[in-house]
T-cell receptor, first 115, second 114 residues
Framework: GAVVSQHPSWVICKSGTSVKIECRSLDFQATTMFWYRQFPKQSLMLMATSNEGSKATYEQGVEKDKFLINHASLTLSTLTVTSAHPEDSSFYIC???????????FGPGTRLTVL | AQTVTQSQPEMSVQEAETVTLSCTYDTSESNYYLFWYKQPPSRQMILVIR??????QNATENRFSVNFQKAAKSFSLKISDSQLGDTAMYFC???????????FGKGTKLSVIP
């Protein structure tokens, strides 16, 4: 149990275009989902916390107009990178809160490359 | 506020040997959880072990065990009988019981040598 999927696993896009990444909890309902960014050989950096039916809470320094988060249902959260630029290239990971300990279960990540 | 410090950027261990990864933390929460996550080359984050701060007994999961020293705010991970599949980045993390947000350390890259 407690499986989280992400789609796509890898995406390449042109500079200036928008990209949507989906995060789904497959076998449990998640009222809270989290989005992280990870640069090569670095730790995970929390971008935002997404609660079902409400606006996401962004961490300091994260542009909310650039990284749009929607958590429309208890099993789906989406991250849209708007007007992507090469510096947005990174590995994006989502997680969903659940289980006995309200811990986070992680998706497999999405590698974004902006040309 | 929470901070997590992993002072060993890289470590290596011979296959079948034992290795200990260090982690110290600081938190203002009275109740919290501590975790060790493994991130292999596939980059999928995998939970290795969980410790509830109010439990004095050290958590154990098969070959993985922790040494939780609450007063010293230390939470080390011991891997026994190391296997090639243990090669990965290991992240120590803390979570306040009420916030549900994870705070990660910078990670330790572990290489298991045949």
């Amino acid at each position: 149990g407690a499986v989280v999927s992400q789609h796509p696993s890898w995406v390449i896009c042109k500079s200036g275009t928008s990209v949507k990444i989906e995060c789904r909890s497959l076998d449990f309902q998640a009222t809270t989902m989290f989005w992280y960014r990870q640069f090569p050989k670095q730790s995970l950096m929390l971008m935002a916390t997404s609660n079902e039916g409400s606006k996401a809470t962004y961490e300091q320094g994260v542009e909310k107009d650039k990284f749009l988060i929607n958590h429309a249902s208890l099993t789906l959260s989406t991250l849209t990178v708007t007007s992507a630029h090469p510096e947005d290239s990174s590995f994006y990971i989502c997680s969903a809160r659940g289980g006995t300990y309200n811990e986070q279960f992680f998706g497999p990540g999405t590698r974004l490359t902006v040309l | 506020a929470q901070t997590v410090t992993q002072s060993q950027p890289e470590m290596s261990v011979q296959e079948a040997e034992t290795v200990t990864l260090s982690c110290t933390y600081d938190t203002s929460e009275s109740n919290y959880y501590l975790f060790w996550y493994k991130q292999p080359p596939s980059r999928q984050m995998i939970l290795v072990i969980r410790q509830e701060a109010y439990k004095q007994q050290n958590a154990t999961e098969n070959r993985f065990s922790v040494n939780f020293q609450k007063a010293a705010k230390s939470f080390s991970l011991k891997i026994s009988d190391s296997q090639l599949g243990d090669t990965a980045m290991y992240f120590c993390a803390s979570m306040g019981a009420g916030s549900y947000q994870l705070t990660f350390g910078k990670g330790t890259k572990l290489s298991v040598i045949p």
